[in-house]
């Protein structure tokens, strides 16, 4: 089962903490796991070795666009990649955990197999 996963995952806090033990317990049952994060992944929490030791599939988003001069068009280009990430993993279930709004438009982009679940 290919299982989408979606929220902060660097850091120390409840949020992320809960998305690394979820990916983990996930890749150990033998799912394919995704996570999409709204933040660049740091060596404070997880980070990129370990999710190449557990075998999780990342993909982060360029908050930097934000505080850019170019933030439209960089929005749009970082959208299409998006729906080419998502598009390609073909989720069978969506976990969305926060308050991006990246965490509700996502659904639109899977095909209708999917089944999504939101938390906060």
Same mark, same amino acid.
């Given at each position: 089962?290919?299982?989408?996963? %979606?929220?902060?995952?660097?850091?120390?806090?409840?949020?992320?903490?809960? &998305?690394?033990?979820?990916? @983990?317990? +996930?890749?150990?049952? *033998?799912?394919? #796991? &995704?996570?999409? /994060?709204? *933040?660049?992944?740091?060596?404070?929490?997880?980070? !990129?070795?370990?999710?190449? $030791?557990?075998?999780? $599939?990342?993909? *982060?988003?360029?908050?930097?666009?934000? @505080?850019?001069?170019?933030?439209? /068009?960089?929005?749009?280009?970082?959208?299409?990649?998006?729906?080419? #990430? #998502?598009?390609?993993?073909?989720?069978?279930?969506?976990?969305? #955990?926060? /308050?991006? !709004?990246?965490?509700?438009? +996502?659904? !639109?982009? %899977?095909? $209708? @197999?999917?089944?999504?679940?939101?938390? @906060?």
């Amino acid at each position: 089962m290919k299982i989408l996963l %979606f929220g902060t995952i660097s850091g120390q806090g409840g949020i992320q903490s809960h &998305l690394r033990w979820l990916a @983990k317990a +996930l890749i150990e049952s *033998q799912q394919e #796991v &995704l996570i999409i /994060t709204p *933040q660049p992944l740091t060596n404070n929490g997880f980070n !990129w070795d370990e999710a190449n $030791k557990i075998g999780v $599939k990342v993909h *982060q988003l360029n908050s930097k666009q934000f @505080k850019s001069a170019n933030y439209f /068009t960089k929005t749009i280009v970082q959208l299409q990649e998006l729906v080419k #990430v #998502v598009r390609n993993f073909s989720p069978d279930i969506y976990f969305g #955990v926060g /308050t991006s !709004w990246y965490l509700s438009l +996502l659904p !639109w982009l %899977f095909p $209708k @197999k999917a089944e999504v679940f939101f938390t @906060k």
